[in-house]
């Protein structure tokens, strides 16, 4: 890498967006609908990186975290690949300083179901052999083999002779994505997005994947973006990677940060719900927690081709003022991590403004007076 490229972050994602029609041809031709899925967003991945994506199913999470690699074309911003747009390579344009084929090879996926991700009719050794025929073309077919059968020893996989010949109705589940997980890092990508890729898993195998995601980022020096639903897990992988977790709700990143300050410290409503639906590993402590009111006022997520004005969580949200209905907030420094809300500065008139007119017929009888700043 030139000194140049070294000041770049290896991915950089400007104010992006990605809004679209839902429905089929049809409807998207009547609809006057537009889905936010991703509304705005800025987010940098730095060299040997991971960034856990987290949210509400429908959030915008796996979107995003496709925007990242080149599947999904964004409707407005920027994605830079070493401060190469990517889409002006993926379309070939003139002023291009990357190709595409240099742009599919650094970026790669692992999707959520492996099992579906595999040809049924392919083996193994196949199955692997494809990226090094493409990508290195230096091997000839004995190295070839001899590479499949030293990433399968390396994850497990052995005896190495006997797995490189099986199908994939073959393997376990942890299996499989063991060799999904293999077909994408054999290209030597330098981004790779891990999309749910241990939800489908038994909880005793999740530990083991994301250990072998740790040690295979060691190997390759990948970055990864991992998309999860499950804090615990986004909580695990970051911590042992000194990685960053960032949570999604109805498009936008509405805190990020270091992953301990974020779950045992956050700032945003939000994350505090998302803390809050999340099992605590003792058992004890989880049976005490389990009868406790959910820190929210509505359970039902705002369609997304309509969110709410001002803050998009202000319907839900336990803390909500009426400068909440009127002005959506930036990312703001919390101390540790950054949060999309005003409750992260203590001279916001959020402090002063009026109590939603309808926390008494939700249930939220007690005043918001008490919540300000102690240095108020």
């Known amino acids: 890498m030139s000194e140049t490229e070294s000041d770049e972050p290896l991915l950089s994602m400007e104010d992006v967006e990605v809004h679209f029609k839902p429905g089929g041809v049809i409807e998207k031709a009547l609809s006057e609908e537009i889905v936010r899925a991703v509304d705005g967003i800025s987010l940098e991945v730095e060299e040997e990186d991971i960034v856990a994506l987290v949210g509400e199913s429908g959030c915008g999470k796996t979107t995003l975290g496709k925007a990242a690699i080149g599947l999904q074309r964004p409707t407005g911003g920027s994605i830079k690949y070493r401060g190469q747009n990517i889409w002006k390579a993926k379309d ?3 002023d291009a300083k990357i190709s595409k084929d240099e742009i599919q090879q650094a970026l790669q996926i692992i999707h959520q179901d492996p099992g579906s991700a595999l040809n049924s009719s392919r083996r193994v050794r196949a199955t692997l052999a494809d990226p090094l025929k493409r990508w290195r073309k230096e091997l000839g077919p004995d190295e070839r083999l001899e590479t499949i059968y030293h990433f399968l ?4 996989m052995t005896p190495v002779e006997d797995y490189a010949e099986r199908f994939p109705h073959q393997l376990s589940g942890g299996e499989q994505q ?5 077909r994408a890092l054999l290209t030597n990508p330098d981004l790779v997005l891990a999309d749910e890729a241990v939800s489908a898993l038994d909880v005793s195998l999740r530990v083991e994947m994301m250990d072998l995601l740790l040690e295979l980022q060691d190997m390759f020096g990948t970055s990864f973006v991992f998309v999860s639903h499950d804090l615990a897990n986004a909580r695990y992988l970051t911590k042992k990677s000194d990685g960053r977790i960032a949570v999604m709700y109805l498009g936008d990143i509405v ?3 270091d992953p301990d300050e974020l779950i045992e410290n956050p700032t945003h ?3 505090k719900v998302l803390r809050w639906s999340t099992p605590p590993a003792d058992p004890d402590v989880a049976s005490e927690t389990m009868h406790m009111q959910p820190p929210v006022r509505r359970i039902d997520i705002p369609d997304p081709a309509d969110p709410p ?5 202000h319907t839900r949200c336990e803390h909500a003022r009426e400068v909440c209905k009127q002005e959506d907030p930036d990312l703001y420094d919390a101390d540790g991590t950054d949060a999309k809300c005003f409750r992260a500065l203590d001279n916001h008139e959020y402090w002063h403004s009026e109590e939603l007119t309808d926390r008494e017929e939700l249930g939220f009888t007690s005043s918001l007076d008490e ?3 102690a240095d108020d």
């Open 92 to 94: 070939r344009s003139s």
């Open 153 to 156: 020893e390396y994850v497990g």
């Open 178 to 182: 063991r060799v999904v997980l293999g």
């Open 255 to 257: 805190e990020i940060g």
């Open 269 to 271: 409503p939000y994350t």
């Open 309 to 313: 004005e001002g803050c998009k969580f």
């Open 371 to 373: 919540e300000e700043p």
